[in-house]
């Protein structure tokens, strides 16, 4: 990946924005757009990693609260998911994320009607500055040659074991162990896989 190395922009970018200075590319990384950073806030340090090798195609949105931590393996392809993390979401080397996949590792809304009226009535980015992050937020780990299809949605606190298969528009409220096909709502497990 070549980027202006003083304003970290991108070439071919139909977007004018910049990589924000906590993001480290590493090793032929492609970022097809700095618009994926558009919803970023992390202060962390880093605040995304893209492992050599990994690509993050159009439709990919990091929404990155600020204390924050995405780490992306190894020649892993997230192709249009959104990222939503509070406290860490990694995603393994060779991992495929396809599109429309939602990773959140929070909520960021009380579950209590009252508590969610009382936040959604104060916090307000043009107005005060301020934006909805949860101090409840769980990790979502993601291991090595995971396949995620489309449109599903990973819930915080969630742990995908290495070599596994999220069939398609599934939610996974719950850790899937390594080398098994998990599909459905609420997912769950459909066949084990040979490990290789």
């Known amino acids: 990946m070549s980027l202006a190395a003083a304003k970290r922009t991108l070439a071919w970018d139909w977007y004018d924005g910049t990589i ?5 590319l590493q090793g032929e990384a492609y970022l097809e757009t700095t618009y994926s950073f558009l919803h970023y806030r992390s202060e962390a340090a880093p605040g995304v ?6 690509t993050v195609y159009l439709g990919t949105m990091f929404d990155v609260g600020e204390r924050g931590r995405v780490d992306i393996g190894r020649f892993a392809l997230i192709n249009g998911a959104w990222i939503i993390c509070d406290a860490r979401v990694e995603i393994g080397d060779y991992a495929l994320l396809s ?7 929070t909520y960021r809304l009380p579950v209590k009607p009252e508590e969610r009226r009382r936040l959604l009535k104060t916090a307000n980015p043009l107005r005060n500055g301020t934006h909805l ?3 409840r937020a769980r990790p979502i780990r993601i291991g090595r040659n995971v396949w995620v299809g489309f449109d599903c949605c990973i819930l915080p ?3 995908i074991g290495e070599g ?7 939610v996974v409220i719950q850790d899937v162990p390594s080398y098994t096909i998990a599909a459905g ?6 066949r084990r896989l040979k490990e290789k």
Not at 185 to 190: D, E, L, S, V, Y
């Open 20 to 24: 924000p200075e906590n993001v480290d």
């Open 49 to 54: 990693r893209i492992g050599h090798g990994a």
């Open 99 to 105: 599109w429309n996949v939602v990773l959140m590792d």
């Open 133 to 135: 992050r949860s101090e």
């Open 157 to 159: 606190g969630v742990t």
């Open 164 to 170: 596994s298969i999220i069939g398609a528009r599934s």
């Open 185 to 190: 709502n609420p997912a769950r497990i459909i």
